[in-house]
């Protein structure tokens, strides 16, 4: 079993940045391909970015490429989202999840570990 805990959400000014966090127990995360999602209100939740295992390979949703970065330290069993020239759009609940695949991937269904998410506002 792995509890992930997101952290580093809050409320910011559009084209303003933040960095969100996600911390892993119980387990390590060196066997996992990490993703990040989001959901906003009335809305299906939404692939924004995956990392593989070793951090090699990645891949962003299209409405955040160029402006949001994920990356891994392992050794630390913890994933970020660094996310820049935030937009309104982009306000949403962001949930961290981990995938046994080996392989990168943007399905919902693909993730076996969710955290509980943390809120992400931007103002315009």
């Known amino acids: 079993q792995v509890q992930l805990v997101e952290s580093g959400g809050g409320l910011v000014q559009a084209g303003g940045s933040l960095r969100l966090s996600c911390a892993a127990s119980g387990r390590t995360l060196t066997s996992y391909g990490m993703g990040w999602f989001r959901q906003a209100p009335g809305k299906e939740r939404e692939f924004v970015a995956g990392?593989?295992?070793?951090?090699?390979?990645?891949d962003y949703g299209d409405s955040v490429k160029g402006r949001f970065t994920i990356s891994r330290d392992n050794a630390k069993t913890t994933v970020f989202l660094q996310m820049n020239v935030l937009k309104p759009e982009d306000t949403a609940v962001y949930y961290c999840?981990?995938?046994?695949?080996?392989?990168?991937?943007?399905?919902?269904?693909?993730?076996?570990?969710w955290g509980q998410g943390t809120q992400v506002t931007v103002s315009s």
């Open positions: 990392i593989t295992r070793g951090g090699g390979n990645t």
């Open positions: 999840a981990a995938s046994s695949r080996t392989y990168l991937t943007r399905g919902v269904g693909s993730y076996d570990y």
